[in-house]
């Protein structure tokens, strides 16, 4: 006999037996089922076995803050762990699925299974969609900085399963869950880290040529959609901004991490020549105008990497460190005479 457990905007009811959970589907079938031998979380009204009373629910109200077009995501629990190198830790239920980028995996339960996918895994496989549209999704990705593949993380088990995802570089893991944000979020390239199942990782393209040029993230950037949860993952320190109608905040080009839709991004020049050539901020600044969210970083990953590409040894030799007075006969003195 199956156990069934039913799931309502988030809320698990279960197990069923066979009989309740066909009175279950008869009396609420918006919402989706699992049973043990399902590779996911179907919709109710989708199994055979749970009778014709299983009628499907209407269609989502024109304002849904689900993007169209993209299924429902799966409801995960989640944990940031960490203050400087920080990793989330997502528990999983029953089917559910987590995906994540190559090589973000730090550990995971043995009853968690790993695929690799063409593209984000933001469609059920078998769901629609040829193998054009995945060779066009995976496209998608590499033209934003990600690889070819998804790798998606499916709890087999019973009980709950963990699964945990690193970040690349020293930061933090930003969790936003997408149905709060208008079902969209422009980030900058790389910035995805891991996710529900049916959340889309699609292109950003700057209409504008000088913010394409000189915005610090060139013409292409991500587009997240979905109504799940994403974890973003950005340099140092990350802060979140409000802005209003027409309100308009001057930013470093390489720290904006992300922002709604609905904020125009655009650049300026950082004031006169002097400014220009002797500021240090280089030439120009993004402009972010509301109505919207933004979120900036403090620390870019460029700006991180020029600062230890200065600092380290130009010939190749053990330093003694900045401001070191032995200096080059310190390097002689450790036996490092190579010139």
């Known amino acids: 006999m199956s156990q069934w457990y039913f799931s309502y905007q988030g809320e698990r009811t279960g197990p069923f037996e066979d009989e309740q959970a066909r009175a279950q589907a008869a009396s609420n079938s918006n919402g989706h089922v699992w049973r043990d031998g399902f590779a996911e979380w179907l919709p109710i009204h989708s199994v055979p076995e749970l009778g ?5 629910p209407p269609p989502p109200a024109p304002n849904s803050s689900s993007a169209p077009g993209l299924r429902r995501s799966d409801e995960i629990d989640f944990r940031i762990v960490g203050e400087d190198m920080q990793f989330v830790e997502i528990e999983l239920d029953p089917g559910e699925t987590a995906i994540a980028e190559a090589g973000a995996l730090m550990m995971k339960d043995a009853s968690v299974r790993m695929d690799t996918v063409f593209g984000d895994g933001s469609a059920a496989e078998g769901a629609g969609g040829g193998f054009m549209d995945k060779v066009l999704s ?8 990600e690889s070819l593949f998804t790798t998606m993380f499916t709890h087999e088990g019973q009980g709950k399963a963990h699964v945990s995802f690193a970040a690349p570089f020293p930061g933090t893991v930003l969790p936003i869950k997408l149905s709060d944000h208008g079902g969209r979020l422009i980030c900058q390239k790389d910035s995805f880290l891991a996710g529900a199942r049916g959340v889309s990782v699609g292109i950003h393209f700057q209409r504008k ?9 060139g013409f292409i950037m991500q587009k ?42 655009d650049v300026r020049p950082v004031g006169g020549v002097k400014s220009m050539f002797f500021g240090g901020e280089g030439v120009f600044l993004a402009t972010l105008t509301g109505p919207g ?22 010939t190749g030799g053990r330093d003694r460190g900045e401001g070191s007075v032995l200096g080059g006969f310190g390097n002689l003195l450790g036996g490092d005479n190579r010139f």
């Open 293 to 314: 969210k933004v979120w900036l970083q403090s620390l870019p990953f460029s700006r991180m990497a020029g600062r230890m590409l200065a600092a380290a040894p130009q």
């Open 209 to 217: 040529v000088m913010t394409g040029l000189f915005g610090g993230e």
């Open 224 to 265: 997240l959609e979905g109504d799940g949860w994403v974890f973003v993952h950005g340099g140092g320190t990350m802060v979140e901004r409000e802005l209003g109608a027409g309100e308009r905040i001057d930013v470093d080009t390489g720290c904006v991490m992300a922002y709604h839709d609905t904020v125009d991004m």
């Open 52 to 56: 014709a009373a299983a009628t499907p």
């Open 138 to 145: 995976a496209g998608k990705r590499v033209v934003t900085g």
